[in-house]
Structures are given as C-alpha cells and as structure tokens.
C-alpha cells in the first residue's frame, strides 16, 4: 500500500478519535483534558498506535491510561461505524510526553542563558 494512503488514514482516525474521546462515559477520559497528538498505523492497517498527551499529573495521567484501555471496545467500534474502512485497527494508547520533554528542555535553557543576554537578543 502506497505511503499516501496510509497518512491519510492516520490523519483521519486522529480527528475521529478526537470527536470520539468527548463521548465516552468513562469519568476517568470523559474529565480529561487530552489530545490525540498522532496515530500510526501499521502498513497492513490492522494495528494502530494511538499517541495521547494530557495535561493533571502523574496521578491523573495513570487514570487516563486504565480509562482509555477500559474503552478501547468502545472506542474502536465508533471508529468502524465512522470510518468506512475494510477491518478496523486494534488500538494501542500510548503516552506522548514530548510537550512535557520540550518544556523541561526549555527550562533547562532558560536556565543555562543569563538574563542579560537574553533581553539584549
């Protein structure tokens, strides 16, 4: 399957599973705040990685873990009603924590760069 083809896919379960994530009764997803910051699938489409970044903790991030996992069947099965594809994906939620790294790697710099120098620029 062309590299195209499997983009778009991505690019679209992205912002189904974006409409999808308000609608699960699940306390623990549905007070959330989350984003869905990619999703890649496998080249035979019947696997995808679902990479999420919220914002609460440690604490709240573990919650939002056993929520998504608990409303996988849920969630997956909304895809396959939205998304007219021949099999749907089984999903795995992993945690993006890039944002977090940015951040940190931001203070560190911040840190590092004297106050001086950085008014002067």
């Known amino acids: 399957m062309a590299n195209y083809r499997r983009g778009r896919v991505n690019e679209e ?3 189904e599973l974006m409409k999808i994530l308000p609608t699960v009764k699940d306390p623990r997803v549905g ?14 489409l019947k696997y995808a990685k679902v990479y999420y970044s ?6 709240g991030e573990l919650g939002v873990a056993q929520g998504l996992k608990s409303a996988n069947g849920y969630i997956r099965r909304e895809l396959a ?3 007219n594809m021949r099999q749907t994906p089984e999903l795995t939620f ?3 924590s890039s944002v977090e790294h940015g951040a940190h790697i931001s203070k560190l710099l911040d840190s590092v760069i004297p106050k001086e120098n950085k008014d002067e620029e």
């Open 13 to 15: 379960m992205a912002k």
């Open 31 to 44: 007070s959330a705040f989350f984003s869905i910051t990619s999703v890649d699938c496998t080249p035979d």
């Open 54 to 59: 919220s914002m609460g903790g440690k604490d």
């Open 81 to 83: 009603r939205m998304l």
């Open 94 to 96: 992993i945690r993006d």
